[in-house]
């Protein structure tokens, strides 16, 4: 009678906390992170998660993107959490890469909170030679370091 008692008990405890439970995501780990993409062919980024300032909400993390080469150029943002990612939009003023020269685009990286893979989406008003606007696609994971 007492094993019937305490699992009866059980059975309610799992089902009231899966009630009231509040939801949970992904909270994204503070720290240095290698930038593992196919979008550049002679450099790459670590990037430096924070918390964000003055938010300081697990919905926000402070991306800081440093390139491993001196002439590329630096960017970061704030990424927000909503449906199982992460997403941050930052303008890069050397985003594209023409012949000779590079343009400006304006660069959406949006990562699975889980996994940390996730895509680059980059778009530019001038294409190379003052071409048509348009748009290139990535992907990327994140590595810890």
């Not at 503070?30 to 938010?55: H, K, M």
């Not at 927000?80 to 003023?93: E, I, L, Q, S």
């Not at 890469?97 to 990562?111: A, F, K, M, V």
Request: hydrophobic share 40%; net charge positive.
């Amino acid at each position: 009678m007492r094993l019937i008692s305490v699992g009866a008990v059980a059975a309610a405890l799992t089902a009231t906390a899966s009630i009231v439970a509040p939801t949970s995501h992904a909270t994204m780990r503070q720290g240095n992170y290698d930038l593992l993409t196919n979008r550049y062919d002679r450099a790459s980024w670590v990037w430096f998660i924070s918390a964000c300032i003055p938010e300081k909400v697990p919905e926000c993390a402070n991306v800081a993107a440093r390139p491993r080469l001196q002439y590329y150029a630096y960017y970061g943002g704030k990424a927000w959490y909503a449906d199982g990612r992460y997403t941050f939009t930052v303008d890069v003023p050397d985003g594209l890469r023409c012949p000779g020269y590079n343009l400006p685009t304006r660069e959406t990286y949006s990562w699975d909170a889980v996994t940390l893979v996730g895509t680059i989406d980059s778009r530019y008003d001038v294409g190379c030679f003052n071409g048509p606007p348009g748009t290139q696609f990535w992907t990327f994971a994140l590595q810890r370091l």
